[in-house]
C-alpha cells in the first residue's frame, strides 16, 4: 500500500514520460535483436538443409535486418514479435 494518496492532479507527466521512454526504447531494441537473431539462424539452418554445412549470411546481414525491423511501428513491431518468436 502507497505510504500517501495520490490525486491524479498531482502526478508530474513531464517527469513519468522522460523516465519511461528509454524503458520503451530498450524493449523494442532487445525485440529487433531477437527478431534479427533468429533470422540470421534461419538462414544458416537453410544452407545446411541444402548444402550440409552451415551457409554464412551475406556482410552486414543482421545491420540491414535491424534497419528494416526498425523502420517499422511499434505495433506492427509487436505483432510481427508476437509470430515469430516462440515463447
Do not use: C
Amino acid at each position: 500500500m502507497p505510504d500517501r494518496e495520490v490525486y491524479i492532479d498531482q502526478v508530474d507527466y513531464d517527469w513519468v514520460e522522460k523516465n519511461h521512454k528509454p524503458i520503451a526504447k530498450k524493449l523494442r531494441e532487445n525485440m529487433i535483436h531477437k527478431l534479427t537473431l533468429q533470422d540470421t539462424a534461419t538462414y544458416r539452418n537453410l544452407g545446411l538443409e541444402s548444402t550440409g554445412k552451415y551457409k554464412h549470411e551475406p556482410a552486414q546481414f543482421r545491420l540491414n535486418l535491424y534497419s528494416i525491423y526498425d523502420s517499422l511501428s511499434d505495433s506492427k513491431l509487436e505483432e510481427l514479435y508476437n509470430l515469430r518468436i516462440l515463447k
